[in-house]
């Protein structure tokens, strides 16, 4: 009982601050998604590794290739609520494993059903090799990839990836016609401006992956838009919590023995928590 209270005010913290940093959860309408659910109700999680939570303990047991945690954003705000959570992110994953089968995986979007009451989603930067573009920048900082040129995602990507994310919503929409839809998009890896030592790249490489981060959160903020779900934007919320600052809600490219993490530049459990406040908060 005294750990659930903790992290309830945990939670409720995180909302507090969340709203005030996104300036009351800008980019989200209408009342809060716990407003109309009751306890029991279902709730379905679909996206990437950005979703997972792979690296943050506890993992999902038993586990699977997906590195689910359960202590992701997720989770924790289906524990807040009473939610009877659905979890099928999976690290790796694209818009198209949503929609389609990924090896031994059914579609993420079979999850969703008539009865489901609220989906989250947080898709779109393995369609544009996001992490891939920041893990080369780090490595050719480091003199440790040959082919540093890699040109950015193509525009015909871009637009691939925006119409993905507007059939996903479109299928929620269709499956679970009483479901809210949120979009939850990428945490913040980088400053503003300027580079660090724990993203390990040069002010010029940290220079083009801010483009793509940017332009990642455009797309997926114009989509959720146009296929009236709605979008909470971690991205924003987490400006102050990149990789280089004092309280990072997300890892960096290097761990202690400066070597490259196992899961570098995915969140950690402190930006899980922010972002299920900000679920928690949103109004």
Same mark, same amino acid.
């Given at each position: 009982?005294?750990?659930?209270?903790?992290? @309830?005010?945990?939670?409720? /913290?995180?909302?507090?601050?969340?709203?005030?940093? !996104?300036?009351?959860?800008?980019? !989200?309408?209408?009342?809060?998604?716990?407003?109309?659910?009751?306890?029991?109700?279902?709730?379905?999680? $679909?996206?990437?590794?950005?979703? &997972?939570?792979?690296?943050?303990?506890?993992?999902?047991?038993?586990?699977?290739?997906?590195?689910?945690?359960?202590?992701?954003?997720?989770?924790?705000?289906?524990?807040?609520?009473?939610?009877?959570?659905?979890?099928?992110?999976?690290?790796?994953?694209?818009?198209?494993?949503?929609?389609?089968?990924?090896?031994?995986?059914?579609?993420?979007?079979?999850?969703?059903?008539?009865?489901?009451?609220?989906?989250?989603?947080?898709?779109?930067?393995?369609? !544009?090799?996001?992490?891939?573009?920041?893990?080369?920048?780090?490595?050719?900082?480091?003199?440790?990839?040959?082919?540093?040129?890699?040109?950015?995602?193509?525009?015909?990507?871009?637009?691939? $990836?925006?119409?993905?994310?507007?059939?996903?919503?479109?299928?929620?929409?269709?499956?679970?016609?009483?479901?809210?839809?949120?979009?939850?998009?990428? !945490?913040?890896? /980088?400053?503003?401006?300027?580079?660090? &030592?724990?993203?390990?790249?040069?002010? @010029?490489?940290?220079?083009?992956?801010?483009?793509?981060?940017?332009?990642?959160?455009?797309?997926?903020?114009?989509?959720?838009?146009?296929?009236?779900?709605?979008?909470?934007?971690?991205?924003? /919320?987490?400006? @102050?919590?990149?990789?280089?600052?004092?309280?990072?809600?997300?890892?960096?490219?290097?761990?202690?023995?400066?070597?490259?993490?196992?899961?570098?530049?995915?969140?950690?459990?402190?930006?899980?928590?922010?972002?299920?406040?900000? /679920?928690?908060?949103?109004?």
């Amino acid at each position: 009982m005294i750990e659930q209270t903790a992290k @309830a005010r945990s939670l409720a /913290l995180a909302a507090s601050v969340a709203c005030v940093a !996104v300036s009351a959860c800008a980019g !989200v309408t209408g009342v809060s998604p716990s407003a109309g659910l009751t306890p029991g109700a279902k709730y379905v999680a $679909l996206g990437s590794s950005y979703a &997972a939570g792979p690296g943050i303990e506890p993992q999902e047991m038993p586990a699977t290739r997906c590195t689910r945690s359960t202590a992701n954003y997720a989770h924790q705000f289906a524990q807040l609520r009473n939610l009877m959570l659905v979890d099928v992110s999976c690290g790796g994953a694209r818009t198209k494993d949503l929609l389609e089968p990924w090896k031994e995986l059914p579609p993420q979007l079979d999850s969703v059903t008539p009865d489901t009451r609220l989906v989250t989603i947080t898709i779109g930067g393995n369609d !544009v090799g996001y992490i891939g573009y920041l893990v080369r920048a780090s490595m050719c900082s480091a003199g440790g990839a040959t082919s540093c040129n890699q040109p950015p995602p193509t525009e015909a990507a871009w637009e691939a $990836l925006a119409q993905s994310i507007r059939r996903v919503a479109a299928e929620v929409k269709q499956r679970a016609p009483n479901a809210r839809v949120i979009f939850v998009n990428y !945490v913040s890896v /980088l400053p503003a401006t300027g580079s660090c &030592a724990a993203v390990g790249m040069t002010p @010029a490489l940290a220079e083009g992956n801010r483009a793509i981060a940017r332009r990642l959160a455009e797309v997926t903020a114009t989509a959720a838009r146009d296929s009236g779900a709605e979008l909470l934007d971690a991205a924003t /919320l987490s400006q @102050a919590h990149d990789a280089c600052s004092a309280t990072p809600w997300i890892g960096g490219y290097a761990g202690p023995d400066g070597k490259m993490s196992r899961v570098p530049f995915h969140p950690n459990k402190d930006g899980m928590t922010a972002i299920a406040g900000a /679920l928690a908060g949103m109004k």
